[in-house]
């Protein structure tokens, strides 16, 4: 890779016609991505193995459906930039609020109380934090860093506020740990490795962008 292409990689989208353009299809992204469930299925060593059950080969294949939204959301901030990255989630959280229902249970200001408004409260902190570290440069060490705290600020934060409207309802403890568990558990380490395949496809496209602009 040229220099020049190296430095045009880490430089910010300019803004022009084109930019706006290419934020808006980002924000529409992020809407398409709430709706698509992705089937990922992969190889496990079953419990059972350990404990002398009969295990059959369908026991070795577990699927998990994925929800790709965080890692678009990464894909928008790498690409985008954190500037622009920014403006998309805001445009992305303006529209539920306000406009039309892009949230994954609808929209409107009363949003606003659901358990799950604080994982998209996260997507801000984690744009401006990953936008941040990929402004020096898309090494795979900084995609890894930026994709680390990018997906774990968005969960922390997502918990936090569950937590703080589920104390609000007074709900139970067993009704707050089945939610971390269905939200925040085995999906943060899904969400790392394909925010880290967006991130790194966010690179090369970017290259490409600048390399015909």
Known sequence: ??????RREIEGIRFSLGSILLLLCCTFLIILAT???LDITHFIIPSG???GENVSFKDYLYTYKLIPQIPVVLFVG?????KYGLISILLYILLGLFVIPVFALGGGPKYIFEYGFGYIIGYIPAIFFAGSILKSGFSNRNILQAVIVGVLTIHIIGVLYMLFIAGIRHEGWAFMSGWIQAQSGIKIIY????SF???????YIKILLWFFM
């Open 191 to 194: 969400d790392i490795i394909f």
């Open 1 to 6: 890779m040229s220099g020049r292409l190296v």
């Open 49 to 51: 193995i350990f404990n």
């Open 35 to 37: 709706f698509i469930q």
């Open 197 to 203: 395949a967006t991130v790194f496809i966010a690179k």
């Open 78 to 82: 790498a690409f985008l930039g954190r």
